[in-house]
């Protein structure tokens, strides 16, 4: 009885998908990054200073998040 593997042919495939996997986290976190520093800078503004920027503080995370995810 014989018994034949290729490992060579599935290991560049399997290196692929890691490398994907990390730019797909790397890509996330940039965003999360984005979205808490802005959420962070705009929470730091007085209520007058957001009022000039026709924001009030209700609308900090949906303005954070349409920064960091363009959505």
Known sequence: ???ANDIRSA?????ASF???FKSLAERFARYRVYRET???LSG???RELADLGMS???IRAVAYEA???Q
């Open 1 to 3: 009885m014989a018994y």
């Open 11 to 15: 290991a560049p495939a399997s290196s």
């Open 19 to 21: 490398g994907g996997l």
């Open 39 to 41: 959420v962070l800078e």
């Open 45 to 47: 503004l007085k209520d």
């Open 57 to 59: 503080r209700a609308s």
């Open 68 to 70: 960091a995810y363009g």
